[in-house]
């Protein structure tokens, strides 16, 4: 798998290509944003950071995103409990990661830019409200509704019913998150920033379209392949 930057990319465009990888420029206080158009291993050099260390870390987000791409081939024939644990380890703690992470970035961008560009101060309603409900769902299926799931497939469980009412009740909060990631859409003009926006300003709008396709994935691999096996049974 081959990367799409080198040591010699600029700082700038491997956040463009990379938006997570911000993270990890702001670990190091490499500046991504005004300072960003020097080279990484320059920027590096000026931080003290071992390049090879970093391209490290960079290589591990960049083969992150590319296998959440092969999900749905890979799990589809997968038995539940290793979908389960898959999508607890690559989308439930990346989620709740990425949500802690992009919480300042959306927060400052709305204190800062708000003025001018009020659809700000609805993306920082919309996405607290967001992540929220998306906490909240995914220690619900973590504490009650995954373990619950797993005991359809014993004999003679007795309280079927009542764990297809949860599922049911799931998928009614997956489609309220999509709501609110399509409001986010329609007021951020499909993600788009204007042209006056700061880096990070384009960043939050970067990663809040890449959240957007995450849950699509996670929700899909729910809706469409766990879900079914036990509403269709």
């Known amino acids: 798998m081959n990367n799409p930057f080198s040591k010699t990319s600029l700082v700038r465009d491997i956040v463009n290509e990379l938006p997570k990888s911000s993270d990890v420029f702001k670990k190091y206080r490499i500046d991504f944003c005004c300072g960003g158009n020097i080279p990484l291993n320059e920027a590096a050099s000026e931080r003290a950071v071992n390049i090879d260390e ?8 960049y083969v992150a995103g590319e296998n959440a791409k092969e999900d749905i081939e890979v799990w589809t024939n997968s038995k539940s409990d290793v979908i389960i644990e898959h999508i607890k380890k690559h989308y439930h703690r990346t989620l709740e990661e990425e949500l802690a992470s ?16 009020p659809e700000l101060i609805q993306v920082h309603a919309l996405f607290y409200e967001l992540k929220k409900e998306l906490l909240e769902h995914t220690a619900k299926e973590e504490a ?3 373990p619950m799931l797993l005991k359809l ?3 003679n469980v007795e309280n079927r019913e009542e764990i297809i009412q949860h599922i049911i009740e799931l998928e009614k909060e ?12 329609e007021i951020t ?3 788009e920033p204007p042209l006056d926006a700061c880096g990070t300003y384009r960043l939050v ?10 849950t699509f994935m ?16």
Do not use: C, W
């Open 189 to 191: 003009s499909d993600f």
């Open 102 to 117: 992009l919480s300042p970035y959306v927060t400052k961008i709305a204190k800062v830019h708000g003025e001018r560009h």
């Open 205 to 214: 709008f970067s990663r809040l379209e890449g959240l957007e396709g995450h």
């Open 144 to 146: 009650t509704v995954f």
């Open 153 to 155: 497939d014993e004999p």
């Open 174 to 185: 997956h489609d309220h998150a999509g709501a609110i990631l399509k409001e986010l859409r």
């Open 54 to 61: 970093l391209m490290a870390q960079l290589e591990e987000i």
């Open 218 to 233: 996670h929700v899909h691999l729910e809706n469409n392949i766990l879900f079914p096996r036990y509403l269709e049974a």
